[in-house]
């Protein structure tokens, strides 16, 4: 049963074990209450950012959270589409879903980069680290991702050397 996943695959199914838990209720915080939700732990620096630096009006806050949180629900998407790929043994045993893990892993990537910057413009620690160890867990897994191909399928099949029919012969049982 697990001879046929691959480093990559198990990575990938890993990260999705931590983001789509941990996204997913960031996301959900944020769309319950907006700017509540963009003020805790894993948002913090995006708001002190966005009302700080680019002084922006509550109501363009609540837009810019809810187009975090719909960033972060379109990662958690991805990294659901590329689990349930990855329970159907050809398509993992073939690579092909690796497309939906690499674009979760750059979008998330994305995200996680540019919230760090803000964090550290803000001089916000706790989430500086949060956001650089998400970053690093994403790259690690793009870098295996690129690193790690799937193996590739035989592409000749030997052939025994027999003498070709001629048209008038017919192989069947009672012929032989």
């Known amino acids: ?3 046929n996943w691959r480093i990559g695959s198990v990575n990938g199914a890993l990260l999705a074990a931590y983001f789509i838990p ?3 209720m960031v996301a959900f915080n944020i769309f319950v209450a907006p700017v509540h ?3 805790e732990r894993p948002s913090v ?3 002190l950012f966005l009302s700080d630096q680019l002084q922006m009006s509550g109501l363009s806050t609540v837009r810019a959270a809810w187009l975090l949180a719909l960033g972060r629900l379109t990662v958690v998407g991805f990294f659901a589409i590329y689990l349930a790929l990855l329970a159907i043994p050809r398509t993992r045993r073939s690579g092909a879903s690796d497309e939906a893990l690499g674009i979760a ?3 998330g990537s994305l995200i996680s980069f540019a919230s760090m910057v ?3 413009k803000v001089h916000e620690m706790a989430a500086l680290r949060l956001h650089a ?4 867990l994403l790259l690690g897994a793009a870098i295996v991702l690129l690193i790690e191909r799937p193996a590739a399928a035989p592409t000749t099949v030997a052939v025994p050397d027999t003498a070709p029919l001629a048209f008038d012969e017919a192989e069947l049982l009672h012929n032989r």
């Not at 160890?133 to 690093?136: A, D, G, K, P, V």
């Open 1 to 3: 049963m697990f001879r």
């Open 22 to 24: 941990a996204w997913t």
């Open 37 to 39: 939700g963009l003020y």
């Open 45 to 47: 620096a995006v708001a």
């Open 105 to 107: 892993l750059a979008i």
């Open 118 to 120: 803000m964090a550290s």
């Open 133 to 136: 160890t998400e970053l690093l």
